[in-house]
C-alpha cells in the first residue's frame, strides 16, 4: 500500500469517526472512501472522502453522483495536506438545511415563530434576551 492510499485510509476513518462522535450512525461502503451517515430523523447521508494534494471535483461530484444510493443526501469531504477539511454538497440540499435550521431555531424563541424565515442575528438576540429575562 502507498503512502498516498494510507493518507487516504486515515483521513476516511477520521471523517466516520467524527460523524460517529457527532452521534452519528456511520456504515461503511464497499467502495473506498463511501460512507452512509444516518441521522437521528432516519435522514440519510452518502459521504465521500477524498485526501488528495491534486484536486479534481469535477472527477469527484461525478463519482459521487454515480455511486450515491438513491433518496439519500450527498456530501463530498476532501483535504489536502496540513489544509483544513472542506465539504461540498449541492446547492439545494444545503439551502434546505439551511431553512430547516433557521425554523428549528426560530422555534426555539417562539413556537408562534413555526413558520417565521428569522436571521441568525435575530434568533441569536431573541435568546439572549429570553435569557436575560429568566
Given at each position: 500500500?502507498?503512502?498516498?492510499?494510507?493518507?487516504g485510509?486515515?483521513?476516511?476513518?477520521?471523517?466516520a469517526a467524527a460523524f460517529t462522535a457527532a452521534g452519528f450512525e456511520v456504515r461503511g461502503l464497499e467502495a473506498g472512501g463511501d460512507h452512509l451517515v444516518i441521522s437521528h430523523d432516519g435522514h440519510v447521508l452518502h459521504v465521500e472522502a477524498k485526501r488528495q494534494e491534486r484536486m479534481q471535483l469535477?472527477?469527484?461530484?461525478?463519482q459521487q453522483e454515480r455511486d450515491c444510493p438513491q433518496g439519500a443526501l450527498r456530501a463530498l469531504v476532501f483535504r489536502q495536506s496540513r489544509r483544513p477539511a472542506y465539504v461540498v454538497e449541492p446547492f439545494e440540499q444545503?439551502?434546505?438545511r439551511e431553512a430547516a435550521i433557521g425554523r428549528i431555531l426560530a422555534?426555539?424563541?417562539d413556537p408562534a415563530y413555526a413558520d417565521?424565515?428569522?436571521?441568525?442575528?435575530?434568533i441569536a438576540e431573541a435568546l439572549a434576551e429570553r435569557a436575560g429575562h429568566e
Open positions: 500500500m502507498t503512502n498516498t492510499r494510507t493518507k485510509l486515515v483521513f476516511e476513518r477520521e471523517v469535477p472527477t469527484w461530484l461525478r444545503f439551502v434546505r422555534l426555539l424563541v417565521a424565515m428569522l436571521t441568525r442575528r435575530q
